[in-house]
T-cell receptor
Framework: GNSVTQMEGPVTLSEEAFLTINCTYT??????LFWYVQYPGEGLQLLLK?????DKGSNKGFEATYRKETTSFHLEKGSVQVSDSAVYFC?????????????FGKGTLLTVNP | KAGVTQTPRYLIKTRGQQVTLSCSPI?????VSWYQQTPGQGLQFLFE???????NKGNFPGRFSGRQFSNSRSEMNVSTLELGDSALYLC??????????????FGPGTRLTVL
């Protein structure tokens, strides 16, 4: 079956530090990959996505590259801000079989201190 | 364009009761999915509807059910509530033209507490 593995949190950084959150996946078909962010008390917001190998998704200074050879989709940001403090979820939607659902990782809590 | 809306935002119920949650998708979106979020299990897929038909169902007991109306609005129902049903229930909608490449847009969720 499909699965997503994210690095365990919590992650605590100082403002302007470099961020990496690792994400690897297992899928039966050709998945699309997503990063969602959840701020306290809110639902999930799409941060970025990539739908095929070697695609790079980017938004608000965040980037992630779809690496089929390593089955990875690591999230990076060069300089984090206090406002980036949130929970980040890596997710996939698979082309094979059940392609109308998202499979999520456990989430990584990021705290950015001033 | 208005986002996904969910009502109510908060619910408190007691064991054995039943509950109905409502979701209105983004205008023009025909697919609605439901997810359960708990601290222990994370985000788990419940079911997905498109044009009033359930296309996919997660691994939840039959107490969890849903439906979709002709205007794409959806409801989910949980009968005979258990303490473990306490969770944030998230609804997501998508245009569903491309299937697995589509982006799902999430609502703010309904926080259900079972006492």
């Amino acid at each position: 079956g499909n699965s997503v593995t994210q690095m365990e949190g919590p992650v605590t950084l100082s403002e302007e530090a470099f961020l990496t959150i690792n994400c690897t996946y297992t899928a039966t078909g050709y998945p699309s990959l997503f990063w969602y962010v959840q701020y306290p008390g809110e639902g999930l917001q799409l941060l970025l996505k990539a739908t095929k190998a070697d695609d790079k998704g980017s938004n608000k200074g965040f980037e992630a590259t779809y690496r089929k050879e390593t089955t990875s989709f690591h999230l990076e940001k060069g300089s984090v801000q206090v406002s980036d403090s949130a929970v980040y979820f890596c997710a996939l939607s698979d082309s094979g079989g059940s392609n109308y659902k998202l499979t999520f990782g456990k989430g990584t809590l990021l705290t950015v201190n001033p | 364009k208005a986002g996904v809306t969910q009502t109510p935002r908060y619910l408190i119920k007691t064991r054995g009761q039943q509950v109905t949650l409502s979701c209105s998708p983004i205008s023009g979106h025909r697919s609605v999915s439901w997810y359960q979020q708990t601290p222990g299990q994370g985000l788990q897929f419940l079911f997905e509807y498109f044009s009033e038909t359930q296309r996919n169902k997660g691994n939840f007991p039959g107490r969890f059910s849903g439906r979709q109306f002709s205007n794409s609005r959806s409801e989910m129902n949980v009968s005979t509530l258990e303490l473990g049903d306490s969770a944030l229930y998230l609804c997501a909608s998508s245009f569903a033209a491309g299937g697995y490449t589509d982006t799902q847009y999430f609502g703010p969720g309904t926080r259900l507490t079972v006492l």
